[in-house]
């Protein structure tokens, strides 16, 4: 018997929905007919996303989506949230993620990413709803032996606070489905996130000094800063950089979707990589940024960064065949619309 139910029918929470990831992936899920509700407390991200889900999805889709202001640490709030909407699965990205900044704060990082996702399957067991997509990260793999990353390659020791809540909440889940097998989980490890909607009204847009390397050259591009810093060129790769597997956040959010999709009626847990399978120093980026932007952007050589490994990119067989996913943009897809995000909002959401 077919037990899926058709997406007009569900509703999916989805918390941290309106930062980077989160947001490209409510369009994505407006776009395929899903009731969306949003909880994001906005400590990264700003309100002014949600208009721009309106925009892109235009009028129908946009009265299927609906947010709510709050943490979800706050049990009573997301009480609420599932006392008010009849959810059907939560995709779950609220959390903290900027890696130096665990390592300076380890207490925040384990509170407040192990609570949340702790008070959250506690409200969903309560409200019956046990079908939770979780937002990992290829983190997990450390410093791999072997590439590329398969699902069933080790997890490995984190090298970070961040990275260990990421593994740890595998876990807490992986055990939610042994004590309770009608759960329904999905991990998702991402690679590494780049790009931006190519309707240029949504992107990635970080407070402060970006961490990230992509975000970082997009401000250089706009002029908001003098020069790339490149951590590292004695690697051993094709160019001595580090190397990664970029994968564009529309790709992402296209994972998600149809991740949804094939959990549907399932129970289990599943792990899935989402990447490209193709791996790119930083002096690629950097080249293919630059071309995107027309002009050569500056870098300076900067000892190796802690922490950091050589190089990691992702199998990513295993989604082709289950969910028949594959990720469609190159990096110079990527590039082309970090950049036109980035020129067309050089102040992000604020500007
Ligand atoms: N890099 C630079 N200069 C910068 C920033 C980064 O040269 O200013 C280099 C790094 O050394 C690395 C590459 O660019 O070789 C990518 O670095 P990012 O900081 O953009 O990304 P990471 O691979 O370090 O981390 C990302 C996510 C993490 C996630 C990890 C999973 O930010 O959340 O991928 O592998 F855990």
Redesign the pocket.
């Known amino acids: 018997m077919d037990t899926a139910a058709t997406t007009q029918e569900q509703c999916v929470l989805v918390t941290g929905g309106a930062g980077f990831i989160g947001s490209h992936t409510v369009v994505e899920l407006l776009k395929d007919g899903y009731s969306v509700v949003i909880v994001d407390d906005l400590s990264n991200a700003s309100e002014k996303v949600l208009d721009r889900i309106d925009t892109i999805v235009g009028e129908e889709a946009a009265k299927n989506l609906s947010f709510y202001r709050a943490d979800v640490c706050d049990k009573e709030a997301l009480a609420y949230i599932f006392d008010n909407n009849t959810i059907t699965s939560v995709i779950h990205f609220a959390g903290y ?1 900027a ?1 130096g900044e665990s390592v300076a704060k380890p207490i925040e990082y384990y509170t407040n990413n192990l609570a949340s996702t702790l008070t959250l399957v506690d409200v969903m067991r309560e409200h019956g709803c046990k079908s939770i997509i979780f937002s990992s ?3 997990v793999y450390g410093d791999p032996d072997v590439l590329p990353l398969t699902e069933a390659s080790p997890k490995k020791n984190a090298t970070n606070p ?2 260990w809540t990421k593994w740890m909440i595998e876990q807490i889940l992986t055990d939610l489905h042994s004590s309770d097998p009608e759960w329904n989980v999905v991990l998702l490890r991402y ?2 996130p780049i790009g931006a909607h190519p309707s240029g009204l949504m992107g990635e847009d970080p407070k402060g000094i970006p ?4 975000p ?1 050259v997009a401000q250089v591009a706009v002029g908001k800063r003098d020069a ?5 060129n004695d690697y051993d790769t094709h160019d001595g ?2 190397v ?1 597997d970029y994968i564009h956040v529309c790709d992402l959010a296209s994972g998600h979707a149809a991740a949804l999709k094939w959990m549907d009626g399932r129970s289990g847990v599943e792990i899935f990589n989402l990447g490209t399978g193709k791996g790119s120093s ?1 002096l690629d980026v950097i080249t293919s940024f630059s071309a995107a932007c027309g002009k050569e952007l500056p870098y300076v050589m900067e000892p190796r ?1 802690a922490g ?1 490994v050589t190089a ?1 990119y992702a199998n990513c067989i295993k989604a082709k065949e289950l969910m028949g996913w594959e990720a469609q943009f190159n990096l110079d897809d990527m590039c082309r619309d970090s950049w036109n995000w980035q020129s067309n909002n050089p102040n992000g959401y604020e500007g």
């Open positions: 993620k890696v990260s290829a983190t961040y990275g690679f590494n961490n990230n390397l992509v970082y790339i810093h490149v951590y590292g950089t580090g990664r930083v960064r950091d990691n």
